[in-house]
């Protein structure tokens, strides 16, 4: 079955610092591929997405690009903050399989400080 | 843009009793929502499949007698923990996927429950 495999935190990072947080999947289609956040004691926010390979997805100065080639998702930061810290998901769907249900990693927790 | 509302975001019950949560699509339709669980520091499992008009769709290992659904509309998904203990303790959010949207998919606020 699909799963999702994600990079064991807790990952701590200076201010400004560079940040890779790594997933792979394994799926029996073509599955999107997601980022999500969960900011403390809040809910799951939806930080970006890519639907086919060699997508990339990008928002808030976070990247990640769907690659195929090596069923990875690997999210990127140039430059973290202190309020980007939080947990992060990698997460996939097969709509033809799960009708839009997620599968996701066991997430990874950063921390960054000042 | 779309929003899940999910009610309440936090409760606390008593062992024994059931408790209910609402999962709500303010401003678009939903045929298919999703229920998921989380543990403290552990990752979200996918419980079941809330499907307007007909049964949920149970994740295997999930008890569809303990935690009943019910897709009433296609804007209203209700997770009722009945008998609810302890170990019941946990974060529950549902997902929304609008009708024709693709692949989008919106999350609710999430639901912690404690059962003391």
């Known amino acids: 079955g699909d799963s999702v495999t994600q990079m064991e935190g807790p990952v701590t990072l200076s201010e400004e610092a560079f940040l890779t947080i790594n997933c792979t999947y394994t799926a029996t289609g073509y599955p999107s591929l997601f980022w999500y956040v969960q900011y403390p004691g809040e809910g799951l926010q939806l930080l970006l997405k890519?639907?086919?390979?060699?997508d990339k997805g990008s928002n808030k100065g976070f990247e990640a690009t769907y690659r195929k080639e090596t069923t990875s998702f690997h999210l990127e930061k140039g430059s973290v903050q202190v309020s980007d810290s939080a947990v992060y998901f990698c997460?996939?769907?097969?709509?033809?399989?799960?009708?839009?249900?997620?599968?996701f990693g066991k997430g990874t927790s950063l921390l960054v400080t000042p | 843009g779309a929003v899940v509302s999910q009610h309440p975001s936090r409760v606390i019950c008593k062992s024994g009793t059931s408790v209910k949560i609402e999962c709500r699509s303010l401003?678009?339709?939903?045929?298919?929502m999703f229920w998921y669980r989380q543990f403290p520091k552990q990752s979200l499992m996918l419980m079941a499949t809330?499907?307007?008009?007909?049964?949920?769709?149970?994740e295997q290992g999930v008890e569809k007698d303990k935690f009943l659904i019910n897709h009433a509309s296609l804007t209203l998904s209700t997770l009722t923990v009945t008998s609810a203990h302890p170990e019941d303790s946990s974060f529950y959010i549902c997902?929304?996927?609008?009708?024709?949207?693709?692949?989008?998919?919106?999350f609710g606020e999430g639901s912690w429950l404690t059962v003391v």
């Open positions: 997460a996939l769907s097969e709509a033809q399989n799960s009708g839009y249900a997620l599968n």
């Open positions: 401003d678009f339709q939903a045929t298919t």
């Open positions: 890519a639907t086919k390979a060699d």
């Open positions: 997902s929304a996927h609008p009708s024709g949207s693709g692949n989008t998919i919106y």
């Open positions: 809330s499907n307007e008009g007909s049964k949920a769709t149970y």
